[in-house]
């Protein structure tokens, strides 16, 4: 989940709001309730930066090992991705990702002592999962959006280069205005 910090924000409020106005969970300081769920995601968010962040740093040092086999950049980096993320016991698949931290926020509200839960664990675990799911489908289409643009560009812009990422961080943040979560 590729995702700005305001965007994180925005979902981690409306998955409290929905525990705590329906009535779900109540908490006893709603505000540590809410940052709690806040730093669960962006946990789980870092966890997926860090990465691919390595993973790019792995392709980008024997890349000109690459370059003969006609291996895009990306496609190598989904690669190492993989193998890095099988290590760490983080999944990529994005259901099965979305499912891990919704289980992660499920057992953070079971364990916390100042939760009272009003409701069975695993409603709440796919009340949470089917908030985050909506996220990242109008995440996904804003990164396809943006990727379009960028291919559309006259003059071929390689994907991970400085150029295409800063490129690709105006375009995105321009998208999320454009919906207004910015």
Same mark, same amino acid.
Request: aromatic residues 6%; negative net charge.
């Given at each position: 989940m590729k995702l700005p910090a305001k965007l994180v924000e925005i979902v981690s409020q409306s998955i409290a709001?929905? /525990?705590i106005n329906e009535h779900i969970v109540e908490a006893d300081d709603e505000q540590k309730f809410r940052q709690d769920i806040l730093e669960i995601i962006k946990k789980a968010v870092e966890e997926e930066k860090e990465l691919e962040e390595e993973a790019e740093r792995l392709v980008e040092q024997y890349?000109?090992?690459f370059e003969h086999e006609d291996i895009k950049f990306r496609t190598a980096v989904l690669k190492v991705m993989e193998k890095l993320a099988e290590e760490r016991n983080?999944?990529?698949?994005?259901?099965?990702? /979305?499912n891990q931290i919704a289980n992660r926020i499920k057992r953070y509200i079971e364990t916390e002592d100042s939760v009272e839960i009003f409701d069975h664990p695993n409603k709440i675990r796919r009340i949470v999962l089917e908030l985050l799911k909506r996220l990242v489908r109008e995440q996904r289409e804003i990164d396809k959006e943006v990727r379009q643009r960028i291919r559309s560009y006259s003059r071929k812009i390689?994907?991970?280069t400085p150029e295409w990422r800063i490129l690709y961080s105006r375009i995105y943040e321009d998208a999320l205005k454009r919906r207004g979560w910015l």
């Amino acid at each position: 989940m590729k995702l700005p910090a305001k965007l994180v924000e925005i979902v981690s409020q409306s998955i409290a709001d929905k /525990l705590i106005n329906e009535h779900i969970v109540e908490a006893d300081d709603e505000q540590k309730f809410r940052q709690d769920i806040l730093e669960i995601i962006k946990k789980a968010v870092e966890e997926e930066k860090e990465l691919e962040e390595e993973a790019e740093r792995l392709v980008e040092q024997y890349i000109k090992q690459f370059e003969h086999e006609d291996i895009k950049f990306r496609t190598a980096v989904l690669k190492v991705m993989e193998k890095l993320a099988e290590e760490r016991n983080i999944h990529l698949d994005p259901e099965e990702r /979305l499912n891990q931290i919704a289980n992660r926020i499920k057992r953070y509200i079971e364990t916390e002592d100042s939760v009272e839960i009003f409701d069975h664990p695993n409603k709440i675990r796919r009340i949470v999962l089917e908030l985050l799911k909506r996220l990242v489908r109008e995440q996904r289409e804003i990164d396809k959006e943006v990727r379009q643009r960028i291919r559309s560009y006259s003059r071929k812009i390689v994907e991970g280069t400085p150029e295409w990422r800063i490129l690709y961080s105006r375009i995105y943040e321009d998208a999320l205005k454009r919906r207004g979560w910015l």
